[in-house]
């Protein structure tokens, strides 16, 4: 956003205001815009009723009254989902002094005893994920969707992944980068970092998308997914920033780096032609970017037992498991790991 543009009055135009903010916390245009579907719906939702209600004085009976309003037209999956929209705009709103109270805690209390927020999501097992992946021929493709499914990690810090980042103990064809200090004696191991940011200068390039996890972590990389990255890196094509970024563009922008759409993008066109998404679909039908870091979470701890190592590797906050798993990164999280990390090729 400009600088030249005014800002909107949170009094006069709350939800502008809101995703003014949004927009400087560094989310995605993705869900930026997502915010802004389902907040204006909820605008035009009590401005047409019998006594229009501005946002700003919405009771909790209006959100009840609004989220009743998305069933038997929407999943309820889709109706969580807009209803923890809804709670987080009151909730910052609330905290910025703008509104007096949040009146989604209530509604968001109550609907715990009906709604699952943690939505059901398609259930597929290995075998199946096999033969997905066994689908994808190209190797910057593949190479995405097997960094994916082996780290868990978001499209967004799949994108901020630069070659720096990477440490294969067979380095395979690759430019003469040198690896971060941080994998200094940790071979066959990926880097993500906490601070790339959308909109600030990381390694010298600014970039796009954000990294949301609270911890630098390191993930380790078995067989499968280091021989994926060689075969990437055997065909990479130069590149146009000295960040070198580990994933670009083979078509379109050559040679730039991949942005969190061209991923989405990527595996949408493979899980449709496989018959795993659909438009309308939702989160509990379609396979995404972020349904793999599902996979991975629900396959690695029913295997292992140990949430605290899936958090560990998931880059979720947790002091205790950041102080354990961190001390011990070189014995338990890379026994664990290769103990049970599944195999998809």
């Not at 075998?127 to 995405?144: G, K, Q, Y």
């Not at 395979?172 to 971060?180: A, E, K």
């Amino acid at each position: 956003m400009s600088s030249d543009t005014a800002t909107p009055d949170p009094g006069e135009d709350p939800i502008g205001y809101f995703l003014d903010d949004v927009t400087y916390h560094g989310k995605s245009d993705r869900t930026r815009a997502f915010y802004e579907r389902v907040l204006r719906e909820f605008e035009r939702y009590l401005a047409g009723g019998g006594h229009p209600t501005p946002v700003g004085t919405a009771s909790h009976r209006d959100c009840m009254a609004y989220v009743h309003s998305l069933r038997g037209t929407h999943s309820e999956s889709t109706v969580a989902t807009y209803a923890s929209y809804l709670h987080r705009f009151f909730a910052y709103m609330t905290q910025v002094g703008t509104f007096e109270s949040n009146p989604m805690t209530l509604v968001m209390e109550e609907m715990d005893e009906s709604i699952n927020t943690d939505p059901t999501r398609r259930e597929i097992g290995v075998e199946a994920m096999r033969s997905f992946v066994a689908t994808i021929d190209h190797p910057l493709e593949r190479a995405v969707v097997v960094t994916l499914l082996k780290t868990g990690m978001r499209a967004g810090e799949l994108c901020n992944l630069d070659l720096r980042d990477l440490h294969l103990a067979e380095a395979g064809p690759r430019p003469d980068v040198p690896v971060r200090a941080g994998l200094d004696g940790r071979p066959d191991s990926l880097y993500v970092a906490t601070e790339p940011a959308r909109g600030t200068v990381v390694n010298g390039e600014e970039r796009s998308a954000s990294n949301k996890r609270k911890r630098d972590t390191t993930v380790p990389v078995d067989g499968e997914l280091a021989r994926t990255l060689r075969r990437w890196l055997a065909i990479r094509p130069d590149v146009r920033s000295d960040a070198e970024p580990l994933f670009v563009s083979t078509s379109g922008d050559w040679g730039t780096r991949l942005t969190p759409d061209i991923v989405h993008h990527l595996v949408e066109t493979h899980a449709r032609d496989h018959g795993w998404y659909r438009d309308g679909g939702g989160t509990e039908e379609n396979v995404t970017p972020h349904y793999f870091r599902h996979f991975f979470t629900t396959h690695l701890r029913d295997r292992t037992g140990d949430r605290g190592a899936v958090k560990y590797l998931r880059g979720d906050v947790a002091q205790d498991v950041i102080d354990t798993y961190t001390h011990e990164w070189g014995t338990r999280v890379r026994e664990i790991y290769e103990a049970n990390i599944y195999s998809i090729l």
